[in-house]
């Protein structure tokens, strides 16, 4: 198990970026799977972007071509980079190992219009 914390999280206008970071209590090359999810008010959480240890990525529909999900298994760190952002990109985002069930404490990301 390890601890997660997030941090980079704002306020933003539409057409900005924001860089999310995930900084790991241990080491995470062992961790096949990592990833980020978001969550709106009133609204189900959903996985944003996935990496594995492998570097082989995955995105929601809604974000490819705008958000860019990397990890450097040296620093412990998981980063997303989010370019030309939305108002309905407006969430907590929580960084997770989704196979061990361990999630971060979220950060809030605002995106006015």
């Known amino acids: 198990q390890v601890q997660l914390v997030e941090s980079g999280g704002g306020l933003v206008q539409a057409g900005g970026s924001l860089r999310l970071s995930c900084e790991a209590s241990?080491?995470?090359?062992?961790?096949?799977?990592m990833a980020w999810y978001r969550q709106a008010p009133g609204k189900q959480r959903e996985l944003v972007a996935g990496?594995?240890?492998?570097?082989?990525?995955d995105y929601a529909d809604s974000v490819k071509g705008r958000f860019s999900i990397s990890r450097n298994n040296d620093k412990n760190t998981v980063d997303l980079q989010m370019n030309s952002l939305k108002p309905e990109d407006t969430a907590v985002y929580y960084c997770?190992?989704?196979?061990?069930?361990?999630w971060g404490q979220g950060t809030q990301v605002t995106v006015s219009s």
């Open positions: 997770a190992v989704p196979s061990y069930n361990n």
């Open positions: 241990g080491n995470i090359r062992r961790l096949y799977f």
């Open positions: 990496i594995t240890s492998t570097d082989i990525t």
